[in-house]
């Protein structure tokens, strides 16, 4: 695993394309788009859009609900070029397919407590280490859906799909990888999968 500084990167950032995964078909809640629902006031996807644009003005909401939603944000809005429901897997190999950068940030709509080092991070791995993909790793889990990726992967997804597979970490771990660590703050990966989830953000944001 890659453990990188604590301090914040003051190195020129490579340019990346982000795309913001909201592809779900939002069955844990009730049917409403996680990336939708207001925390304190302000929807999930508003948190992340607020990280993100500071970094860059390449950014990319992955839907296929709502989508009349999410153009609000000002963004464009993609859906799966897959058929049928593939999960995050579909929303990576449409954001691969539509990026405008050589290096793809993925990050899920869910989970509003995400800080501007965990961009930054990713970045300084995948200029430090010869690999394809730099993974997040919060100390104890994998972290597959919080990832950079390099666009030229497209082909190697197209024939995982083609082969029957639906795992994106199964996919991300067989590509030239590392591993970044993010075990001083794993809060920032929690997501919102029920209504407790959700009364549990609120308490943190605050």
Known sequence: MVTMPQTENKREQ????????????ANRMAGINKGLIEINGKSCIQYIINVLTPQTSSILINANKNRSDYQHYGYPVIKDNQQGYLGPLAGIETALTHATHPLILTLPCDAPLIRPELITR???????NKCDV???????????VFTLLRKS?????????????????TWLLSLNHCLVDYSDH??????????????????LIK
Do not use: V, W
């Open 14 to 25: 490579l340019p990346f394309t982000a795309i913001i995964l909201a592809g779900g078909q």
């Open 122 to 128: 990713l970045l300084e791995a995948m200029t430090n």
């Open 134 to 144: 730099c993974i997040a790793h919060d100390g104890k889990h994998l972290q597959p």
């Open 153 to 169: 992967q497209l082909t190697s997804l197209h024939e995982f799909i083609k082969n029957g597979g639906r795992k994106t970490r």
């Open 186 to 203: 794993p809060e920032q990966f929690f997501n919102m999968n029920s209504p407790a989830d959700k009364t549990r953000l609120e308490d």
